[in-house]
């Protein structure tokens, strides 16, 4: 068995084997999977591993992390070399680790650096005791695993792409070996001439071994004895740090790594529609004598893949270069191979078709029965009740109603997310807007009512179900300012208070995978809900799921307490809709204490997004009155100058209905952020219930009825209801408002 771990005297083994990291804290430039409240961290620390692979090329830490896994796991550690171990070695790890599992019911964690050089044959053997639990795998490797690494076993992990060190990481890992006293040089006064150790770590190229390598090899050289007595000056000098490292050559292979770098390279080239590098590569490839058919296979997948409904005619015009090739050869069909390059590269961008294979995994995991309304109602319908309570949606506006077409298992999960971009973003808005839809009416326990209305319901019941659909796309605008502010990666953190709709939660979740979303609601109720749909809409592991705490509307927790709900007190984004629509105690303090809260989670550099309706900026009902019904000119006019007195009052108790921009942007720009504020104009159609006049109208509970009647009488207050309430009979009112869309980057 390879002796990867064991430990050696300091003077035997290489520097960078000394200076391996011991634990997570320590490892560097790869914070995206390894920092604080990231995935991976959360997993080590908890000792929840499952079976996981490490691809990064040489020198960003594969290995290192095993180790600190290997120092703090309470599972038995064992670990192999796939260079010097065959499948002999695998069966007896096997054996050690099962007989641990029968006897002892411990787990065995097996590390297996350079997997991508065990054969299949010898991968094979390792696949089942991995899917049945035996071994915990961790495997490392240079190469893209999912080439080179048997598909079953990558199946079965999840894989982590650690990236090359930039430099500044790189120069923290020399200052590190240079100052330490047991590990590196720091016995020694090591001075280097100006510009060699950025020489060495410019040439490293990101590769911490070859940086460390260099670094022993020229201080070690740079004396006629090693070691040298403690507390010696050694001077490295240009030449000797040109010397001791040497940059590596990049060549075209067709039958190794640069093969698949170089058509990597293209096809991400295409992908991110620069036609130039897409070129480049293209031309690269057929100057190293790349078979063509092998291209054009590529450019027809990304066509499908890639390009997809965004411009649903680009398959057709690569197929077509293809049949041009196979027709004229080269060298002419060089402009075959151009056209379909230049075709796509310049093509709008979807990846939605990705969506079958989400459907897919979902049919393996389990067949779901068919639900009965959807069932042929032609052949058991009078016995079985097959096809009742199907909605007919031609009975509708657009052509559409709200229903549930995924067997029950599967409400309310979402595998098909359209682009915004080319041909597909004429049908995005429909397609989300039908998704939000159906799951703000399953979150809200309206899905009974909904699914039992059919197109013979009267009046006003059929007014209702059809606003609902303009609803969602409000809903939906909504989202997309709020996160159009951000550029929220894979690995983020983002806090979400005031969640309890899910809006946010949900794309959060979409868009952090190794990240974290965090959200906050204001009940336990509300938290239960959006976790049973939360588990509908994502099929992630344990360790992954979104974290909900209960915590006041549109107020943000302190450090100790965010670290007790979400293992986790720093995030890169705090986002929210509407924190502040049901609160009752704001004040001129209020955003400021807001702000300093979020400037205590955020790291620096976060930022804050936030949209929110102000009731200065909201509807008036003297608009109302004036373009939608039938009033007197005066009592409008004194309507209008009455809501206005309204909305300018003073005094804490009024804050709520007078605060606006001004208040918010410079409660955050004291708390120490770079802030900007757009006023963003908005409408939908509303129906407007008795209700909801009665609630406006009530002269002791409602403020701005008190207010309203107060100024201008009670006859003309009447009157003012009762002209409402003659228009509301007639159906929606368009209903006018502003938000204020606030983006605020922590900058001290």
């Not at 893209?144 to 120069?171: C, G, H, I, T």
Request: charge should be negative; charged fraction near 30%; include cysteine.
């Amino acid at each position: 068995m390879d002796e990867l771990f064991k430990k050696k005297e300091a003077g035997e083994s290489p520097l960078a084997d000394r200076m391996r990291p011991k634990v997570l804290d320590e490892i560097l430039g790869q914070d995206h999977i390894v920092g604080k409240g990231r995935l991976l961290r959360r997993a080590i620390q908890a000792d929840r591993l499952s079976s996981i692979i490490f691809s990064g090329p040489p020198g960003t830490g594969k290995t290192s992390l095993a180790r600190v896994i290997a120092n703090t796991t309470s599972s038995v550690f064992e670990s192999l070399n796939a260079v010097l171990t065959g499948i002999k070695d695998i069966r007896e790890v096997i054996d050690r680790a099962d007989e641990r599992r029968r006897l002892y019911g411990r787990r065995t964690i097996l590390f297996v650096d350079e997997v991508h050089r065990w054969n299949k044959a010898q991968q094979d053997a390792l696949l089942p005791w991995v899917e049945n639990g035996t071994v915990i795998l961790i495997g490392a490797t240079t190469e893209n695993p999912f080439f080179e690494v048997n598909r079953a076993l990558v199946s079965r992990s999840r894989v982590f792409l650690l990236k090359s060190l930039e430099n500044a990481d790189l120069m923290k890992a020399a200052e590190y070996a240079l100052n330490d006293k047991e590990r590196g040089y720091g016995n020694w006064k090591i001075v280097f001439e100006e510009g060699a150790l950025e020489h060495l770590v410019e040439v490293a190229g990101g590769d911490t071994r070859s940086l460390l390598n260099a670094l022993e090899l020229a201080i070690e050289t740079c004396t006629d004895k090693w070691p040298p007595p403690p507390g010696t000056e050694l001077a490295v000098n240009m030449q000797t740090a040109e010397e001791s490292i040497q940059k590596r050559a990049l060549l075209y292979d067709r039958d190794g790594d640069y093969h698949f770098d170089t058509i990597s390279a293209f096809i991400k080239s295409v992908r991110g529609s620069d036609p130039d590098a897409a070129l480049y590569w293209l031309a690269k490839m057929i100057r190293a004598g790349e078979d063509p058919a092998f291209i054009f296979r590529r450019m027809i997948i990304l066509a499908m893949e890639d390009v997809g409904l965004a411009d649903p005619t680009a398959i057709s015009t690569v197929i077509s270069c293809a049949e041009a090739f196979d027709r004229i050869g080269l060298p002419e069909g060089r402009f075959a191979l151009s056209l379909a390059c230049l075709c796509l590269s310049t093509a709008a961008k979807s990846n939605s078709t990705m969506a079958f294979f989400d459907a897919l995994r979902e049919v393996e995991k389990e067949d779901a029965e068919v639900p009965n309304h959807l069932k042929d109602a032609s052949r058991d319908a009078k016995s079985f009740g097959h096809g009742e309570g199907y909605i007919y949606p031609h009975s509708y506006r657009e052509h559409w109603a709200a229903q549930q077409y995924l067997p029950a298992a599967l409400r309310g999960r979402v595998f098909y997310n359209p682009s915004s971009v080319g041909h597909e973003a004429l049908i995005r808005d429909d397609v989300l807007r039908r998704k939000e839809l159906q799951a703000a009416i399953i979150l809200s326990g309206q899905e009974r009512e909904v699914l039992s209305y059919t197109s013979s319901a009267p009046g006003r019941e059929g007014w209702y179900k059809r606003l609902e659909s303009g609803r969602s796309k409000l809903l939906l605008s909504d989202r997309d300012l709020i996160f159009s502010q951000c550029n929220i990666a894979r690995h983020s953190r983002v806090l979400i208070p005031a969640a309890n709709d899910g809006l946010l939660l949900w794309e959060s979740a979409r868009r952090t995978p190794e990240g974290i979303a965090c959200a906050l609601v204001d009940s336990e109720s509300s938290k239960e809900a959006l976790l049973a749909f939360s588990s509908n809409f994502r099929q992630d592991e344990e360790l992954e799921q979104t974290f909900i705490s209960v915590f006041p509307s549109g107020q943000l927790p302190g450090l100790k307490q965010a670290e007790e709900f979400f293992s986790c007190d720093e995030f890169d984004y705090i986002i929210t809709r509407e924190p502040w629509r049901r609160a009752k105690l704001l004040s001129p303090d209020f955003f400021k204490a807001f702000a300093d809260a979020a400037s205590a989670l955020l790291v620096t550099g976060g930022k804050v997004s936030i949209l929110q309706s102000p009731p200065r900026l909201g509807e008036r009902i003297s608009r109302i009155l004036k373009e939608e019904c039938e009033g007197k000119a005066g009592i409008i006019e004194g309507l209008i100058k009455a809501e206005d007195d309204f909305f300018k009052g003073t005094g804490e108790e009024s804050f709520r209905f007078t605060w606006g921009e001004e208040e918010l942007k410079t409660g955050f720009e004291n708390a120490g952020f770079k802030v900007t504020v757009k006023e963003i104009e908005q409408f939908e159609e509303r129906l407007i219930t008795v209700k909801d006049l009665s609630g406006w109208f009530e002269r002791d509970k409602s403020s701005w009825g008190s207010f309203i009647v107060n100024a201008v009488g009670d006859e003309d207050f009447s009157l003012i209801h009762s002209s409402l309430e003659k228009r509301i009979k007639m159906g929606p009112v368009r209903w006018k408002w502003s938000s204020l869309l606030l983006f605020a980057e922590k900058v001290i």
